[in-house]
Nanobody, 127 residues
Framework: QVELVESGGGLVQPGVSLTLSCKFS????????MGWFRQATGKEREWLGS????????YYADFAEGRFTISRDNAKNGVYLRMRDLKPEDTATYYC????????????????????WGRGTQVSVSS
């Protein structure tokens, strides 16, 4: 079974940068498109971005592009989310997710289903 475990969250001040990590285990990591999502208390889950099998292609939600960066290290079965210039509105639980669809991420990718989810890591941004 695929297992995803996020780490790296915490309480930080506005304006700082933070990198979250996600460890993948159970199956062949290189065959999974990976994504990052977040959900604030009382709000709907938001898609942040996705990364292709080899890490060569990334796509982001409009609000995240330019400030959030997704990367992966297949040798370590890890996917990462680097956030810069954090703002109070970034406060949320952040989740990584894996898609087992037998197709890599492309520019026309839309509505991709993510089958596996981590339990999340909390990021709180406040002065």
């Amino acid at each position: 079974q695929v297992e995803l475990v996020e780490s790296g969250g915490g309480l930080v001040q506005p304006g700082v940068s933070l990198t979250l990590s996600c460890k993948f285990s159970g199956r062949t990591f290189t065959e999974y498109v990976m994504g990052w999502f977040r959900q604030a208390t009382g709000k709907e889950r938001e898609w942040l971005g996705s990364i292709s099998w080899s890490g060569g292609t990334t796509y982001y939600a409009d609000f995240a592009e330019g400030r959030f960066t997704i990367s992966r290290d297949n040798a370590k079965n890890g996917v990462y989310l680097r956030m810069r210039d954090l703002k109070p509105e970034d406060t949320a639980t952040y989740y990584c997710a894996a898609s087992s669809l037998p197709a890599d991420l492309t520019r026309t990718d839309s509505g991709r289903k993510f089958s596996y989810w981590g339990r999340g890591t909390q990021v709180s941004v406040s002065s």
